[in-house]
């Protein structure tokens, strides 16, 4: 079937992305990628020593077919974030960006108007920008404008593995929106994941329920497997939960008159 | 521009598409909290037939969550009846010979006096012909001017102007545009529109966008029904609001389902559509999109209105006339089509109020327009 996710003119097969924090370590971090099957990799430049070509982690991740995702965390506003996307520009030479601004280091709640800014410079400078946010359909919209290459809204509070916590508007961003929603953040379990792509979700995003399983290799296969059936099931169309039937007409009987 | 989205959607495949949906693909978008495109279709095909009383609760409860028990009322106030298009369905089409009339300004004021007289009508749509030459944007950025004192919200039903023009006329106070593409049957559409600045598809169907563009606060759409299939037709304009919705994100949506009505044109529909056929459209409608202004008017019958109105329909006319002086200057010129519901604004209103809904004559204030 012919049925390719598309962003920042980038073809994807997969719609899993996967993060690369909380491993124990570097190898296992490289199974369970491998293990997922993604196309799409995210990883912190915090964590990376940009000037040595033999970074460790980078080694891990490069190779496979697989597209990196710099993100900016650690950046607290959108003048450190647009120096920190130019860096990582020029380190991974790649024009897509995970775009985080969480100047809250507790919860890692997405500031929306450093977003908001950042976005607008970094489409200018011709980045691919993927924003982390919070689940609200307004900022996807002004996103949107700004020239964002998809939306990121969060789950659930990142590291919870709460699931759907924001499932009532994250089904309007779906809706509503004409960039592709990644889900990201707060997915705990793979029956999460397909939740979210059976509402229509073009991809997701997981790593600390990846990361930190008994065993981050499995788990990753089982992710791969329920963001797949989640994707099928939306297309396929999914099947009626109730119907009562009506004995009477009262509300139309004027038709029959 | 909507006629490049367009292109992706071919006609017949459509309708074929619409004629094969089943029963289940109904209950699948019954059910459904958003249904899309694909329910949609489910919902105006032959298969849902059996299922009306289901679709008519659920569109019930959903203009409900929405909207509340309400029906906003609006009143038409045509000007001129020039045109130079010839449609071949409209009185109105330059061929039919008749005198032609431009209010001028002072007629307008006096138009504008009688409808206040008629009711506590606040929402004015202002209904022209389409000749840009003798009235075109001057022209309605004076009747705008003269009308804005009397009525707290001003929309217009006329030639599709380009974004700089609606741009000027939301100076001038102007806060919804209403207009027809008639069909979307690009094939047939100059069939029925042979001459004139009409018989421009794309320049009619891209004028939304340069209404989404100007920042018009509410646009309205409608197909004609009469001309080609109405369940292809409603879809592609479904497709439509779908493309404006996600890409004028601040702008609100009406759409209106006429039905082709008898004229000084003669002309016959091609296609009849019946009372339970329109009603079935209206609901489902509804069950695609829950937040459009759903508008009926003085087509319809009263006894079509005064059940409609609390199971779909959000927005109704009453009392309209549909010739330029019709209120007070000319009350006997000739009109656009002929009216069904004859009835006087009290006279609907209390049909409206019967049936558990409140009439709201103001739902806006001309403060959010000043610019």
């Given at each position: 079937m012919d049925d390719k996710l598309i962003i920042g003119g980038k073809e994807f097969t997969s719609r899993l992305f996967v993060g690369t924090g909380k491993f124990s370590s570097n190898k296992l971090m490289h199974d369970a990628i491998i293990a997922s099957g993604t196309q799409m990799v995210t990883l912190a430049m915090k964590r990376i020593d940009m000037e040595n070509p033999h970074d460790d982690m980078l080694s891990h991740v490069s190779g496979h077919g697989i597209n990196l995702l710099p993100n900016t965390s650690g950046v607290r506003d959108a003048r450190e974030a647009v120096l920190a996307a130019e860096l990582a520009r020029e380190a991974f030479g790649t024009d897509f960006i995970k775009l985080e601004i969480h100047?809250?280091?507790?919860?890692?709640?997405?500031d929306p108007i450093e977003t908001l800014k950042a976005t607008e410079e970094l489409a200018r400078l011709g980045f691919k920008v993927l924003p982390y946010i919070q689940a609200d359909p307004v900022l996807c919209k002004r996103l949107e404008e700004a020239g964002t290459a998809a939306v990121m809204p969060l789950a659930?509070?990142?590291?919870?593995?709460?699931?759907?916590?924001t499932r009532d508007l994250i089904e309007i961003i779906i809706a509503e929106s004409r960039v592709p929603v990644v889900v990201d953040a707060g997915l705990g379990a793979p029956s999460h994941a397909a939740e979210a792509m059976e509402m229509g979700a073009d991809a997701v995003l997981v790593n600390t329920a990846i990361a930190v399983a008994g065993d981050p290799v499995a788990m990753a296969r089982a992710f791969a497997k329920a963001t797949e059936a989640g994707r099928e099931a939306y297309l396929a169309g999914l099947g009626v939960q109730s119907q009562s039937a009506v004995a009477s007409s009262p509300l139309t009987s004027f038709l029959d008159l | 521009m909507f006629s490049e989205e367009l292109l992706k959607y071919d006609w017949d495949a459509t309708t074929e598409r619409i004629n094969s949906k089943t029963a289940a693909d109904v209950l699948r978008a019954l059910n459904s909290p958003n249904p899309g495109i694909e329910g949609f279709m489910a919902l105006i095909s032959p298969a849902a037939d059996p299922f009306l009383e289901q679709m008519a609760a659920r569109s019930m409860a959903l203009t409900r969550e929405r909207f509340g028990k309400t029906i906003s009322m609006y009143i038409p106030m045509y000007i001129t009846n020039s045109c130079t298009n010839s449609c071949v369905y409209c009185g109105f089409n330059c061929h039919n010979k008749f005198k032609r009339v431009i209010l001028t300004p002072a007629q307008i004021e006096d138009e504008c006096k009688a409808i206040k007289e008629l009711g506590p009508f606040e929402n004015l749509l202002i209904v022209t012909g389409e000749n840009?030459?003798?009235?075109g944007v001057e022209y309605l950025s004076q009747a705008l001017k003269v009308c804005r004192p009397y009525f707290s919200n001003l929309s217009i039903e006329v030639m599709p102007m380009s974004a700089e023009d609606y741009a000027r006329l939301v100076e001038d106070g102007l806060n919804g545009v209403v207009c027809f593409q008639?069909?979307?049957n690009r094939k047939r559409y100059n069939v029925y529109h042979?001459?004139?600045?009409?018989?421009n598809f794309e320049w009619r169907v891209n004028g939304f966008d340069r209404m989404g563009l100007a920042g018009v606060h509410k646009i309205g759409m409608g197909v004609l029904i009469g001309l080609e299939d109405w369940k292809t037709d409603v879809t592609m304009m479904a497709r439509h609001l779908l493309y404006l919705r996600k890409k004028y994100w601040k702008t609100r949506f009406s759409v209106n389902f006429p039905r082709m009505r008898a004229s000084a044109s003669g002309y016959q529909p091609n296609v009849v559509m019946t009372d339970r056929e329109l009603a079935k459209l209206t609901f489902a409608f509804r069950i695609f999109d829950h937040d459009v202004d759903i508008s009926v008017s003085t087509r319809e019958l009263p006894a079509f209105r005064n059940n409609i109105c609390r199971l779909g329909a959000t927005s109704m006319s009453a009392g309209s006339k549909t010739e330029p002086g019709g209120y007070h200057t000319y009350p006997q010129a000739l009109e656009q089509f002929a009216v069904s519901d004859e009835r006087t604004p009290a006279e609907v209103a209390d049909a409206i109020r019967r049936a558990g809904q409140e009439v709201v004559w103001k739902d806006w204030d001309k403060v959010f327009d000043v610019r």
């Amino acid at each position: 079937m012919d049925d390719k996710l598309i962003i920042g003119g980038k073809e994807f097969t997969s719609r899993l992305f996967v993060g690369t924090g909380k491993f124990s370590s570097n190898k296992l971090m490289h199974d369970a990628i491998i293990a997922s099957g993604t196309q799409m990799v995210t990883l912190a430049m915090k964590r990376i020593d940009m000037e040595n070509p033999h970074d460790d982690m980078l080694s891990h991740v490069s190779g496979h077919g697989i597209n990196l995702l710099p993100n900016t965390s650690g950046v607290r506003d959108a003048r450190e974030a647009v120096l920190a996307a130019e860096l990582a520009r020029e380190a991974f030479g790649t024009d897509f960006i995970k775009l985080e601004i969480h100047p809250d280091p507790k919860y890692l709640f997405p500031d929306p108007i450093e977003t908001l800014k950042a976005t607008e410079e970094l489409a200018r400078l011709g980045f691919k920008v993927l924003p982390y946010i919070q689940a609200d359909p307004v900022l996807c919209k002004r996103l949107e404008e700004a020239g964002t290459a998809a939306v990121m809204p969060l789950a659930a509070p990142i590291g919870t593995n709460k699931g759907l916590v924001t499932r009532d508007l994250i089904e309007i961003i779906i809706a509503e929106s004409r960039v592709p929603v990644v889900v990201d953040a707060g997915l705990g379990a793979p029956s999460h994941a397909a939740e979210a792509m059976e509402m229509g979700a073009d991809a997701v995003l997981v790593n600390t329920a990846i990361a930190v399983a008994g065993d981050p290799v499995a788990m990753a296969r089982a992710f791969a497997k329920a963001t797949e059936a989640g994707r099928e099931a939306y297309l396929a169309g999914l099947g009626v939960q109730s119907q009562s039937a009506v004995a009477s007409s009262p509300l139309t009987s004027f038709l029959d008159l | 521009m909507f006629s490049e989205e367009l292109l992706k959607y071919d006609w017949d495949a459509t309708t074929e598409r619409i004629n094969s949906k089943t029963a289940a693909d109904v209950l699948r978008a019954l059910n459904s909290p958003n249904p899309g495109i694909e329910g949609f279709m489910a919902l105006i095909s032959p298969a849902a037939d059996p299922f009306l009383e289901q679709m008519a609760a659920r569109s019930m409860a959903l203009t409900r969550e929405r909207f509340g028990k309400t029906i906003s009322m609006y009143i038409p106030m045509y000007i001129t009846n020039s045109c130079t298009n010839s449609c071949v369905y409209c009185g109105f089409n330059c061929h039919n010979k008749f005198k032609r009339v431009i209010l001028t300004p002072a007629q307008i004021e006096d138009e504008c006096k009688a409808i206040k007289e008629l009711g506590p009508f606040e929402n004015l749509l202002i209904v022209t012909g389409e000749n840009p030459r003798v009235a075109g944007v001057e022209y309605l950025s004076q009747a705008l001017k003269v009308c804005r004192p009397y009525f707290s919200n001003l929309s217009i039903e006329v030639m599709p102007m380009s974004a700089e023009d609606y741009a000027r006329l939301v100076e001038d106070g102007l806060n919804g545009v209403v207009c027809f593409q008639e069909t979307y049957n690009r094939k047939r559409y100059n069939v029925y529109h042979p001459a004139g600045q009409k018989a421009n598809f794309e320049w009619r169907v891209n004028g939304f966008d340069r209404m989404g563009l100007a920042g018009v606060h509410k646009i309205g759409m409608g197909v004609l029904i009469g001309l080609e299939d109405w369940k292809t037709d409603v879809t592609m304009m479904a497709r439509h609001l779908l493309y404006l919705r996600k890409k004028y994100w601040k702008t609100r949506f009406s759409v209106n389902f006429p039905r082709m009505r008898a004229s000084a044109s003669g002309y016959q529909p091609n296609v009849v559509m019946t009372d339970r056929e329109l009603a079935k459209l209206t609901f489902a409608f509804r069950i695609f999109d829950h937040d459009v202004d759903i508008s009926v008017s003085t087509r319809e019958l009263p006894a079509f209105r005064n059940n409609i109105c609390r199971l779909g329909a959000t927005s109704m006319s009453a009392g309209s006339k549909t010739e330029p002086g019709g209120y007070h200057t000319y009350p006997q010129a000739l009109e656009q089509f002929a009216v069904s519901d004859e009835r006087t604004p009290a006279e609907v209103a209390d049909a409206i109020r019967r049936a558990g809904q409140e009439v709201v004559w103001k739902d806006w204030d001309k403060v959010f327009d000043v610019r």
